[in-house]
């Protein structure tokens, strides 16, 4: 048994923590990361024109659009969340995982594996109830980089500058897979994507009423200089990843005390599939 350590002013906030069972704030004072969207909007809360089919960000002087952009992606994880629409609120998050095959066991915050997800290929024996859950539990492309927009606009259409801005960019439904193309180019090229720009544009589609865009994605400038700054921010990536993921742990293996439950592994095997659960895209993310 480890020896009682002895605390004076001089130890640190996380040892005391530690020691005597409080919660370390995460991400405190930190710098935000900034959510990049797709907009499929004509008009803003104010009435205003604002340009549909294009990508756009909140910054604190306002929002800023742009038809096209240059991304330079510098991590990858996939993440599952349950929203609940109706109750506005969020139900449950997953860890964010490296990949999602072979690697289905992905704990979530309330005790099960990826939010209570289930493969398409075995939905037939759902009831109407829990089938209608499923629509509320998405799998996101977690994508982590520095945006460039092209001839940016804010709400007024004026002329704005938005370059190399650190942004996090939940694709999901049919923006899950595009960005596979040119992953996909560079991997078999032994190309990390961290060195190059990916140019990004959106199509338009439309399925009866409902128009959403869709996000077409190709090789662009590289190799890039990768900078001390560069290295920084995928530090700055890096720990706030792992730091979300040991607090969903915590809350994962809390939920398991409180219930008692034990986790059946090979109930929960799955493919890729499921993380497909909707083509469309819908106000929670782009």
Known sequence: MDSLPTVTNNTTFEQIASLIGQDVPTNGGGPSINLLKINRD?????????????FFVNLPEGTVYAKTIKFQLFMQRYQYMHYD???????????LAKNLYPQTEIPDTIGTMR?????????DSLSAEQAL?????KCFRMLYGKVTFNDAVD??????????????WRARGSNFMPISKPLDALSAQKKPFIFFNLNASLNRQKNGGLVYYVSDLSIGD??????EDDQGLLKFFDENITSENKQIMADHDKAL?????????????????SALNDDL??????
Request: with cysteine.
């Open 115 to 123: 939010c209570g997800s289930v493969p398409a290929a075995q939905r």
């Open 257 to 273: 005390r409180m219930s008692g439950d034990v986790i059946d592994a090979d109930s929960l095997d799955a493919s890729i599939d």
């Open 281 to 286: 895209p819908e106000s929670l993310t782009a």
């Open 155 to 168: 709400a007024e259409g004026k002329s704005v500058e938005v370059a190399n801005l650190p942004v996090l």
């Open 42 to 54: 004509n008009e803003d809360d104010n009435g205003r024109s604002i340009p549909a089919g294009s």
């Open 133 to 137: 859950k499923q629509k509320d539990i």
């Open 222 to 227: 590289g190799p890039l200089d990768f900078t």
């Open 85 to 95: 629409a109706e109750a506005n609120e969020m139900v449950s998050k997953s860890i």
